[in-house]
């Protein structure tokens, strides 16, 4: 079946830092990409997403690229700030299942 | 706004009883789900409904049933709590067909002891 691997998590930056969050995939046929964000104390949101390879999401200053021949679409901003501190999903939706699946989520705390 | 609701932030259960979870959307979406998240599992889906009184089974469906008798309310049932369910409950909708764009609530900690 699909799944979807995060890097383990706390990941701990000081502001204005280089952020990086890697995900990986398994599935079957040309799934879409996502990637949302949990705040504290709040639910899950969309953040981007990609729907093809090669497609670059973005949002917020945040970017991922699908990259089809390495099955990743890892989470980048180039200057982090406190308020980003949450938890972030990698997500995956094949059509066949019509179901997302999520990665562990990796939890991001910036410092000032 | 798009919004989703769930009744109660906090709850505590002993085991062996029957808890309800409920879950309001007020966008007209076809879809709702419920899924549970835990650390380093991330959210697996319990059960999901795509129309009034039509249900399926997620992942991970032993233990809990479902109810939706109108759009807009879903609710989750635990006929009988047992401290392997103390998790963070999370309900989402969606528009079809693009159910991959889901709207959260804020989730219900429940614990169960």
């Known amino acids: 079946g699909d799944s979807v691997t995060q890097m383990e998590g706390p990941v701990t930056l000081s502001e204005e830092a280089f952020l990086t969050i890697n995900c990986t995939y398994t599935?079957?046929?040309?799934?879409?990409l996502f990637w949302y964000v949990q705040y504290p104390g709040e639910g899950l949101q969309l953040l981007l997403k990609a729907t093809k390879a090669d497609d670059k999401g973005s949002n917020k200053g945040f970017e991922a690229t699908y990259r089809k021949e390495t099955t990743s679409f890892h989470l980048e901003k180039g200057s982090v700030q406190v308020s980003d501190s949450a938890v972030y999903f990698c997500?995956?939706?094949?059509?066949?299942?019509?179901?997302?699946?999520f990665g562990g989520g990796t939890r991001l705390m910036v410092k000032p | 706004d798009v919004k989703v609701t769930q009744s109660s932030r906090y709850l505590v259960k002993r085991t062996g009883e029957k808890v309800f979870l409920e879950c309001v959307q007020d966008?007209?979406?076809?879809?709702m789900f419920w899924y549970r998240q835990d650390p380093g599992l991330g959210l697996r889906l319990i059960y999901f409904s795509y129309d009034v009184k039509m249900k399926e089974k997620g992942d991970i469906p032993e233990g809990y049933s479902v109810s939706r008798e109108k759009k807009e309310r879903f609710s989750l049932i635990l006929e009988s709590a047992s401290t392997n369910q103390t998790s963070m409950y999370l309900c989402?909708?969606?528009?079809?067909?693009?159910?991959?764009?889901?709207?959260f609530g804020p989730g219900t900690r429940l614990t169960v002891t």
């Open positions: 599935a079957t046929g040309y799934p879409s």
């Open positions: 966008m007209d979406h076809e879809n």
């Open positions: 989402a909708s969606s528009a079809l067909p693009q159910s991959y764009e889901q709207y």
């Open positions: 997500a995956l939706y094949n059509n066949a299942g019509n179901m997302l699946t």
